[in-house]
């Protein structure tokens, strides 16, 4: 496909409005459908960097009507507004079932029964449905354990203990044949959106691609949103004057992947027929501990501040995963290119100009008086 007539959900956010600006640079008409979701955009304001070039409509996706209209002559969607937040999903749950799910649901109702010409659908699924990562005890081999207790953590300390022998295990990298061990109500959503469009795509012959992104990262992650990735709360607290705050022990690991290899591989989802029907991690494969995250941050922004490590367990908090990258390098040609200090040093960049704002402390009482602290 050379250009294409392309609907993007959710374009005006972190991950969608750079994805907008690479297909309209490659010569792509390009359409927005975007709530502005206050919690992200403050005021419901469309933000300073929305690509004029793009049709933008001002909707919700769980509106029919409005889904409908914004679909009309598209041949490409790539439905990535949602709900984000692990811990505020365990008590929004009608909010992020209603967004998540019911958005889906009308984009599948849209195409299983009314005239379109919708040639393939690009869904962003999550890391976090995996549950933890997989790991590989030197005695009883490769396992995919269920999520931690605070009974375990009391007794084994914070390193996922192997089930069989007790004894501590290596993570290694997650493929997408791993099983889907949810651990949030977003994680369930995400699961639930990748078995809904795959079913209706097999059913009804159109092409679908469900990227599994990890920690994603980059310019325009909100600052003022407390719910939203580590990178970009630890940067607007630094900004602040605050300390991060790290639960555990600091050394529990994720997969940061910065927006613009993200970015990438949804395109080359597009453009291959290789990524029909399929599932792909979309991440670096290297593991990084959430101290070193905050220490980078810290550095970049020349600030005495060290990390608040509280080593309180937080329930349905994994320990480490991190992406296997195989297929998606064989299939989609896609391999990360941007270095996670790199990527970090334009996040700093970018953030200098940027007001933070974001209500932590308000965010974790929260989830203290919810019980998941």
Do not use: M
């Given at each position: 496909m050379a250009t294409a007539k392309i609907l993007i959900t959710g374009g005006a956010g972190f991950i969608g409005s750079h994805l907008v600006d690479a297909l309209i640079r490659q010569g792509n008409d390009v359409r927005i459908l975007d709530s502005l979701d206050p919690q992200v955009h403050p005021g419901k304001?469309?933000?300073?960097?929305l690509n004029p070039k793009a049709d933008f409509i001002a909707g919700d996706v769980t509106d029919y009507g409005v889904f409908a209209n914004a679909l009309k002559d598209r041949e490409v969607v790539f439905h990535y507004a949602a709900s984000v937040g692990i811990?505020?999903?365990n008590y929004r749950i009608s909010h992020f079932v209603k967004n998540n799910i019911l958005g889906t649901a009308n984009l599948l109702d849209i195409l299983a029964n009314g005239k379109h010409a919708v040639k393939h659908v690009v869904l962003p699924g999550s890391n976090t449905s995996y549950g933890?990562?997989?790991?590989?005890?030197?005695?009883c081999g490769?396992?995919?354990p269920q999520l931690r207790t605070k009974e375990q953590v009391e007794a084994y300390g914070f390193e996922v203990a192997c089930p069989e022998c007790k004894n501590s295990a290596q993570p290694i990298p997650t493929p997408e044949e791993t099983g889907l061990w949810c651990n949030s109500i977003y994680s369930f959503t995400k699961r639930g959106q990748e078995d809904m469009l795959h079913f209706v795509g097999k059913t009804y012959g159109i092409p679908t691609t469900v990227l599994r992104f990890f920690n994603v990262y980059g310019p325009r992650q909100s600052l003022s949103n407390p719910y939203t990735g580590v990178t970009a709360i630890f940067t607007g607290r630094i900004k602040e004057g605050?300390?991060?705050v790290i639960y555990e022990d600091g050394l529990q690991a994720r997969d940061f992947v910065s927006v613009h290899d993200v970015v990438e591989a949804s395109i080359l989802a597009m453009k291959t027929t290789a990524s029909?029907?399929?599932t792909f991690n979309v991440g670096?494969?290297?593991p990084i501990p959430i101290r070193d995250v905050a220490l980078s941050i810290a550095k970049l922004h020349n600030s005495p501040?060290?990390?608040?490590?509280t080593r309180t367990f937080r329930k349905g908090d994994i320990r480490h995963c991190f992406a296997d990258t195989k297929k998606a390098e064989q299939k989609l040609g896609f391999k990360a290119k941007v270095h996670f200090l790199q990527g970090m040093q334009e996040l700093f960049e970018w953030s200098r100009r940027e007001s933070s704002g974001g209500d932590f402390e308000r965010a974790t009482k929260e989830l203290e008086e919810k019980g998941l602290l």
């Open positions: 304001k469309a933000p300073s960097y811990g505020q999903s933890e990562g997989l790991y590989r005890c030197a005695r490769i396992y995919h605050k300390a991060p029909h029907q399929e670096t494969g290297q501040l060290r990390p608040e490590i």
